[in-house]
């Protein structure tokens, strides 16, 4: 009788598990708006400003 409670909640633990996958959507592999970006240039500094210090940034790729 130990198996039955075991099952009741293993069973909705796999499905949640398999997320979207089981309902078979593909939202994952359609192209996403991201994917269309452009570079831009970097800003720049107006004569007269200082930059700001930037040593402890981080860069973005």
Same mark, same amino acid.
């Not at 409670?5 to 499905?15: F, I, K, S, T």
């Not at 991201?34 to 981080?58: F, R």
């Given at each position: 009788? #130990? =198996? /039955? *409670? #075991?099952?009741?909640? !293993?069973? %909705? !633990? @796999?499905?949640?598990?398999?997320?979207?996958?089981? @309902?078979? /959507?593909? /939202?994952?592999? /359609? +192209?996403?708006?991201?994917?269309?970006? &452009?570079?831009? *240039? +970097? !800003? &720049?500094?107006? %004569?007269? !400003?200082? =930059? *700001?210090?930037?040593? =402890?940034?981080? #860069?973005?790729?």
């Amino acid at each position: 009788m #130990r =198996s /039955a *409670p #075991r099952l009741l909640w !293993l069973a %909705p !633990l @796999l499905l949640a598990c398999g997320g979207c996958h089981v @309902l078979g /959507a593909n /939202a994952c592999h /359609a +192209p996403q708006p991201y994917m269309n970006a &452009k570079s831009v *240039p +970097p !800003l &720049k500094i107006p %004569p007269g !400003l200082d =930059s *700001p210090e930037t040593g =402890s940034a981080l #860069r973005i790729p």
